[in-house]
């Protein structure tokens, strides 16, 4: 009876919060590694209730050990991440949005604080900059201060992105994404700075469904300068 209560009492509540949504979605994604040749999946869901604040569930799942090539089989999750935030809208042009999310998987749990500042410079043309500061907390377990470059302890990173969005009257839009990572471990390239691009080609087919494509410049591993290309695939359903 009470686990039969404490059940309703959840579904009351999911259902008076997207009673108030103003905007919300379902986006699932495919993606592969060009070099590591490795397959992980996402699924996110998000609504944005009319007083402005926005809710964000992610659930993260990959191919289970070092299997390359290998997408759908075997698959294990590799994380969670929660995300609330604040869109306000300064004025027509200018929008405000700072936000707070926590990702956690199996080794560490990881604290996201960020601000993006957008503007809508004409009706097809935006462009954005956040800043975001991390601060992963390993597993108690696992921290070993012995070892060197902050590799097996807790680790903070400063982040920096820049967006470009085009999207005209028709089924088209566009974005590209600029990040650039200064963290306090070693990252890449024996170093402790990084970067990486990403842009998205998404076509609207109706109001609710745009699938979309991505293509993305990233780090192989932290030792050397190698890149990689990380193509993604997916579907994006809006159901307000």
């Not at 209730?49 to 191919?63: F, P, Q, R």
């Not at 604080?113 to 462009?127: A, D, H, N, V, W």
């Not at 201060?145 to 990173?157: E, G, K």
């Amino acid at each position: 009876m009470k686990k039969t209560l404490v059940v309703l009492s959840i579904a009351s509540l999911f259902t008076s919060v997207v009673a108030q949504a103003d905007t919300g979605y379902i986006n699932v994604r495919h993606q592969y590694a060009e070099k590591t040749r490795m397959h992980a999946d996402r699924a996110k869901f998000g609504i944005r209730l009319d007083n402005g604040v926005g809710l964000e569930g992610e659930l993260k799942y990959k191919t289970a050990g070092d299997r390359e090539d290998v997408a759908f089989d075997n698959t294990v999750g590799s994380g969670h991440e929660f995300t609330v935030n604040y869109q306000h809208k300064i004025d027509d042009r200018w929008t405000l949005t700072p936000s707070f999310a926590m990702e956690s998987d199996e080794e560490s749990t990881t604290y996201k604080m960020g601000m993006r500042l957008g503007y809508r410079i004409t009706k097809e043309l935006s462009i954005a900059g956040r800043y975001r500061y991390d601060v992963s907390k390993l597993d108690r377990d696992q921290v070993d201060r012995d070892v060197p470059d902050n590799a097996q302890d807790d680790q903070t990173i400063h982040r920096y992105d820049v967006y470009i969005n085009y999207a005209d009257q028709g089924p088209w839009a566009y974005e590209y994404q600029l990040t650039y990572f200064d963290a306090d471990y070693i990252r890449y390239n024996g170093g402790t700075d990084d970067y990486e691009q990403n842009a998205v080609v998404k076509y609207k087919w109706d109001k609710r469904w745009a699938p979309f494509f991505e293509v993305g410049d990233i780090k192989v591993n932290s030792v050397d300068s190698d890149r990689q290309l990380r193509l993604r695939v997916g579907i994006q359903y809006n159901f307000f």
